[in-house]
């Protein structure tokens, strides 16, 4: 089993078909990408013992909703320490790891749903769960940067895709799979968690199992790289080690983390805030959402839902669409367009809002989200661009702390700013008008973090003998079957 | 089994892939997305009921 994990089995053989890789890290981003879609099991965790309401035994849900941070926390964690063992042992042995920690998680939630023990619950799908999300999200990108050398956007995005997708199947089927298991003294939690912990497993396992590496010196039949003194994009590499020291890091970093902390911060908010802002004209009734009936508010809360599933799209769209142009425009010109664009569109919400211009609202929105899941996909391939594609992967794993600092400071900075703006007497629909723009700011911040990435000095790249596209078998470079 | 042998093994394995593989490799993971972005389509057409 040992042998079958290892770097030098996943090496491709003569005629491998290099599209037959993105499948296999799309199956570990869509099962690991049910981490957006946990939420659906925070209400039923709260019942596990009142069934149809909570009973005072049952957990409360800030005690349930902690899971996903503690996963999060450990999705960057893992992926900043484990980054650079997955280039050393290759992707397969870290997808195998990734399906047993992420399939594992949920079988040891099923524990503690089971149980009522929360402790299972934080261990499994928070601590356990969170090293799978960060050794499945790391785990092709740099084998998917060398296989495509002349599309590395549209190759990580396809990837990346999948990760905001994963909710998209992942909620439906676990709300079907609780109503299949419920009984009148069971909420059918530990039941899903067990199927969903086996399929994940599973199609982790097949994911892991599809990698394979290309052979040192390969490249695509007719692609030749373009003259390094013209473009941003190096020959060279740098070691992971050597990479997180130099500026061109922490200006990614910044980056990274700036786009991110807008993003999330929306995301966080997106149903209040549409609630909020139009009330009643969601539902053609010209009244603030205060002073709607309960059934009303259902209703518009139903519309919020639909708000969400909309932008989740518009994030899924943008990981394939702004990676994939990124190959034609560069890396640089796309964060300058997420950020430039991007601070427009937060400055306009306000006015969309106070006009009472729904289809103008969600229009933004869906542009904003479109660059917020851009930012993400289009991230391993700059590394790449500038770091060179041997250390991509770990350093990539490193550069994730930025999504745990965004994903803290975004929805801190909104829900503090509407709170202060709450307490001075705002009427809520305004309530997040200051947030917008604030959010702007943190772009325009973005903005300059990416205006001053630039080539990296030749004194921090690997010497000729240390470099190459892998450090597996030798051999003649081969050509795919396209 | 030698190491050699099990390299040529894999490469036998691995070697020549057929475009039907690909396109069932795509299946799997296309159609349980097309389902999910359909399953968000319904959702989300209620905002403009």
């Known amino acids: ?482 | 089994m030698t190491e050699s042998k099990r390299h040529v093994g894999e490469n036998r394995a691995t070697g020549g892939t057929s475009w039907l593989a690909v396109a069932l490799a795509w299946v799997a993971v296309g159609v349980p997305m097309l389902w999910g972005v359909w399953m968000t389509l319904k959702k989300a057409a209620l905002l403009f009921r």
């Open chain 1, 1 to 482: 089993m040992a042998g079958l994990l290892s770097r030098e089995r996943t090496i491709a053989g003569p005629g491998f078909n290099r599209w037959l890789v993105p499948p296999a890290a799309l199956a570990i981003h869509l099962s690991i990408g049910m981490a957006y879609g946990l939420s659906v099991f925070w209400k039923p965790l709260t019942q596990t013992i009142g069934i149809t309401q909570p009973a005072p035994e049952d957990w409360k849900l800030s005690t349930v909703v902690v899971t996903f941070s503690i996963a999060i926390f450990f999705l960057g964690s893992s992926a900043a320490v484990f980054g650079r063992w997955l280039e050393r042992v290759g992707p397969r042995k870290a997808g195998v790891a990734a399906a047993c920690c992420w399939g594992g998680g949920f079988l040891l939630a099923a524990i503690g749903a089971r149980s009522h023990q929360i402790w299972f619950i934080w261990l499994g799908l928070g601590i356990i769960g969170g090293c799978g999300l960060g050794l499945g999200y790391i785990s092709p990108v740099s084998t998917l940067i060398k296989w495509f050398p002349d599309r590395r956007g549209l190759a990580t995005g396809m990837a990346i895709m999948g990760f905001g997708g994963g909710a998209m199947i992942g909620a439906p089927l676990g709300d079907r799979l609780m109503r299949h298991f419920a009984t009148p003294t069971a909420v059918g939690v530990w039941q899903t968690f067990v199927v969903l912990g086996l399929v994940y497993f599973l199609a982790m396992m097949a994911g892991a199992f599809g990698y394979r590496l290309p052979r040192p010196g390969w490249t695509p039949a007719g692609w030749t790289p373009r003259p390094e003194a013209r473009s941003m994009v190096t020959a060279h590499n740098v070691h992971v080690d050597v990479a997180w020291k130099t500026p061109q890091f922490w200006a990614l970093w910044g980056v990274l983390c700036m786009n991110v902390s807008a993003g999330i911060g929306v995301l966080s908010m997106a149903s209040p805030l549409i609630q909020e802002m139009f009330g009643g004209k969601l539902i053609g009734v010209p009244a603030a959402l205060a002073q709607l009936t309960a059934e009303q508010k259902l209703e518009v809360a139903s519309i919020a839902a639909g708000f969400t599933g909309l932008l989740s799209l518009a994030n899924i769209i943008g990981r394939l669409g702004w990676a994939s142009l990124s190959d034609a425009i560069g890396r640089k010109r796309t964060y300058m367009i997420f950020f430039a664009l991007g601070a427009v569109m937060y400055t306009l919400v306000p006015t969309a809002g106070r006009l009472g211009l729904l289809p103008a609202f969600v229009a933004i929105f869906v542009v904003i989200l479109t660059m917020y899941g851009g930012g993400f996909a289009t991230i391993p391939a700059y590394l790449a661009d500038i770091f060179g594609t041997q250390y991509v992967g770990a350093i990539h794993g490193r550069l994730l702390t930025a999504w745990s600092v965004a994903g803290l400071l975004g929805p801190w900075l909104v829900n503090t700013i509407r709170e202060f703006q709450l307490d001075r007497g705002v009427a809520p629909a305004d309530a997040y008008n200051v947030t917008m723009y604030v959010l702007a700011g943190l772009l325009v911040i973005g903005f300059c973090c990416n205006l001053a990435v630039r080539p990296v000095e030749a004194r921090y790249y690997l010497a000729d003998h240390d470099t190459g596209a892998g450090p597996a078998t030798s051999g003649n470079p081969r050509r795919s079957a396209e």
